[in-house]
C-alpha cells in the first residue's frame, strides 16, 4: 500500500497541443483551465484557489515574462499569489511540487499548478536558440552545442557501453505515435512505421528527426488540495504520494557517464521511499522522452528494468499499451507533444485521466498506481511524483 | 507581540553590488554563498541544506537559464533541488516565500533561498528591452512603453491627485544615498545633494536620472530552516513572523487608480495579520524603491502614512535613519543597486544585519520588528515579508 498522500488532485486540464495560430500563451491557458474548471463543479475558483504556480521555460519566445500575475489576470484570480517556475522543460514539474508544498505547508489549501508555452510562431532557429538557453552558455551553447547533439552524446554513449541499437531508439517513437494517434489533443496524430522512424533524416548522429520529440504550443494544469479536503471538491481525487527533485551538473562536461541519468535516479529513489511503494507496482507512467535514447534511459533510472536492459526492454513489447507497465500512453513528447513549459503537468494530466478511468481509447484498464518523471536540459533537473487512486 | 514564527533565518549572506566586470553570475552568487557560509560554521552545507530556491529575472542578460542546478552545482550543493522562480524585480523575494513553504511542509529542513543577475556587460538598449519583458507585450512593451514611463504614468497621476511634488520624490533619492554612502557594498556609495537630483536629466517626466534606480550585478541569499531548529545553527536567529504575495495585472491600463499598488495593499495587509502585528510596530523596513514615486507609494500601501501623504512623510524626516520607522537604510535599490533577481533577499539581508544589530555605520539602533517590501514590474507582484528578532 502506498504512503499517506501529500496532496490530492481534484482536476485537471489540457489543451489542445499542436501549432495553436494566433494566440497567446494567456489564451492557450484558459483552454486547459477551464477544461478544469468544467471538470470539477463544486470549485469556484475565485473563492477557493489561493495561489498559483505556473511553469514557463522562455520569456524569449513571446518576449513575455512575468507568467504568474499575466495568468491570475487572464484565468479572474485576480490578486491571488502568482509566480512562474523556470526548470527548463521540467518547468511545471517543479510548479507542481512546488504546489504540493504550498497545500502540506497550510498555508494555501487549493493550489492552481500548471504551465504553458507558445513556441511555433517563430523559426527553427530562433527556437532552437531559446531553447539551448537552460544548458550551460559558456561551454556548451557558445560552442554550438544545442539539446539534439548533447542528447546524441548519451545515446553513442549508451550504444556503446550496452549495444543499444537505433532500431530500439525508433520503438519508443513507434511506440509513442501509435498512442498518440488515440489521443484526440495529441500534435500529431498519426502512427509512423519502424521504417518510417529509421530513414528519417538525421538531426545529430544517432539521433534522426523521428526520434526527437516537437516543437509545440499548448497548456496544462492541476487543481491540488489537502488530501482532507480533497472530497469536498470530487468523489474520484488522485493522491500524491511522492514528490521528489534532484539536480545534475548542467554541463556534460562535468558527469562522469553519459548513460545515466544521476538526478532521476536521485529523485526516483527518494519519491520511491515517500510513497513506500517499488518500481514494480507501477500500473503506468510518463515519461520525458524529449528523445527516444530519453525514454530507454529513464526505463532504467526509473528501476522498470536493470541498467542496460532497456533497449531489449522495450523490444519485449513492455511498455506497451497492454504491457507490463505502458509508458507513455498520452504519447509522449515525440507525438502527443512538447511545449516545454506545459509539459511536466500535461504529464500529470494524463495520469490523472488513467487513474480516474477516463483516457477513452488508450485508457490502461484498472490503474492504481501512476509515476510521472520530467527532465530540465541534459537531465540536468529531474522531478518524479508517484500518485495513487482514490479509495 | 508578533505572531507564531513560520520559519527562521539563520544566516545570510551579500555579494558586492555593481559593475562587477568578467563574473558570471554563478561566479557572482558563490561570493553571497561564501558569507552565509562564513557567518554560520555550524551549519555543514552539504549535509544540512536540502533544497534551492533562486530568483533570476532574465535569461537574456547572459542567455542562460536553468539557474537552479547551476547554482546548485557551483555551491558545491550538486544533486540537491534546486529551482529558479522568475517573478520581475520579486523574483528572490518570491523565492524567500516558497522556501518558508518548503521548511514549513516539512518537506525540507534547510533551505538556501537567494538570486542573482548579472546585467552591466550589456549596453543600455539591451538591457532596457530586457527589463521590458514583465510588463504586457502586445499592449504595452509593443507600443515601446518601458517601467520608467509607466512608474511616470504613477508618479503623474499622484502629483495630480495628491499634490506630490517633484521635491518630495527627490528627497527619497536624497535619503537612500545618504545611506547607501555607508554600506560598503553599495554599487554608489555617495551622498547626493536635492539641486543635483532636482537638476538630473528627465527620463519620463517627471522621472529624472536621480528618480530611477541602477543597472548593477549582485547576488543575495539567505539560510532559513524550522523555528525550532534554528538554535542548532545560530545564537542570534531571525525569524519569519509574516509572508504573504499579491498580484496585480501586468498592465497599468487595466487598472482604476495609479496612485496606489492594489497588491502591495493585499500582500501587505495579509502580513501583518498573519504575523499579529501593526503597521506603527515596524521599526525598519526595505521598501521597493526601482523609482522614487515607488517608495512613497509604499509608505502610503504599507500603512506607514496615510494615502496621499507620503510626500509631507518624508518631508519631516520619518524615514531616515533615527526617524521613526527608517527605510532602505542599506541605501535601497537606488544607491544600493539593483540587480534585479537579486532584490528581494537583499533586502531581507539587510533587514537580518539590523534585526541582529550588525548594520554597523548604518545600524539604527536596537530594532525588533522589520518588513521588506518586493515588487515584480508594473507592481503586478508585491511581496511582504515581516521579521522578528530571536528574544
Not at 504556480?53 to 519566445?61: K, R
Not at 507568467?67 to 491571488?80: F, N, Q, R, V
Not at 511545471?92 to 513556441?119: F, P, T, Y
Not at 518523471?373 to 500518485?387: E, F, K, M, Q, R
Request: glycine share 10%; with cysteine.
Amino acid at each position: 500500500m502506498a504512503g499517506e498522500p501529500l496532496a490530492a488532485i481534484v482536476s485537471a486540464g489540457l489543451s489542445k497541443f499542436g501549432k495553436l495560430e494566433g494566440l497567446l500563451s494567456r489564451e492557450i491557458f484558459l483552454q486547459a483551465f477551464r477544461e478544469a474548471i468544467d471538470r470539477c463543479p463544486n470549485l469556484d475558483p475565485r473563492r477557493d484557489i489561493d495561489s498559483i504556480y505556473i511553469g514557463q521555460m522562455s520569456e524569449s519566445f513571446e518576449h513575455q515574462s512575468h507568467t504568474g500575475p499575466l495568468i491570475a489576470d487572464y484565468t479572474g484570480l485576480l490578486g491571488k499569489p502568482a509566480s512562474r517556475i523556470e526548470n527548463a522543460c521540467a518547468s511545471s514539474g517543479v510548479s507542481l511540487r512546488i504546489g504540493v508544498q504550498a497545500v502540506k505547508s497550510g498555508m494555501s489549501d487549493v493550489v492552481l499548478v500548471g504551465g504553458v508555452e507558445k513556441m511555433t510562431h517563430l523559426g527553427i532557429a530562433d527556437v532552437t536558440e531559446y531553447l539551448a538557453m537552460p544548458s550551460d552558455y559558456p561551454l556548451e551553447q557558445l560552442n554550438g552545442l544545442t539539446f539534439p547533439g548533447l542528447f546524441a552524446l548519451m545515446a553513442r554513449a549508451h550504444m556503446h557501453k550496452y549495444g543499444t541499437t537505433e532500431e530500439q531508439m525508433s520503438l519508443v517513437a513507434v511506440k509513442n505515435h501509435r498512442n498518440g494517434a488515440k489521443n484526440p489533443k495529441a500534435h500529431m496524430q498519426r502512427e509512423i512505421t519502424l521504417e518510417q522512424a529509421l530513414s528519417s533524416r538525421v538531426v545529430a548522429s544517432p539521433l534522426k528527426l523521428f526520434d526527437c520529440s516537437l516543437v509545440s504550443d499548448g497548456a496544462s494544469c492541476l487543481i491540488i488540495t489537502r488530501p482532507e479536503m480533497a472530497r469536498k471538491f470530487t468523489d474520484t481525487p488522485v493522491f500524491i504520494v511522492g514528490s521528489a527533485q534532484a539536480s545534475d551538473t548542467l554541463g556534460l562536461y562535468e558527469r562522469d557517464d553519459l548513460t545515466t541519468s544521476y538526478a532521476t535516479r536521485e529523485a526516483a529513489e527518494r519519491a520511491y521511499k515517500m510513497a513506500r511503494i517499488e518500481p514494480k507496482e507501477i500500473d503506468v507512467a510518463e515519461v520525458h522522452d524529449c528523445f527516444t535514447i530519453a525514454e530507454l534511459i529513464a526505463y532504467e533510472t526509473l528501476g522498470l528494468c536493470k541498467p542496460g536492459e532497456s533497449g531489449k526492454f522495450i523490444e519485449d513489447g513492455n511498455t506497451e499499451i497492454g504491457g507490463s507497465v505502458p509508458v507513455n500512453t498520452s504519447g509522449g513528447l515525440k507525438s502527443k507533444g512538447h511545449p516545454v513549459g506545459a509539459t511536466g503537468t500535461a504529464q500529470a494530466y494524463e495520469i490523472y485521466l488513467q487513474l480516474i478511468g477516463a483516457a477513452e481509447k488508450r485508457q490502461v484498464g484498472s490503474a492504481d498506481i501512476g509515476l510521472t518523471h520530467n527532465l530540465g536540459g541534459s537531465a540536468s533537473t529531474a522531478v518524479v511524483h508517484i500518485y495513487r487512486r482514490g479509495g
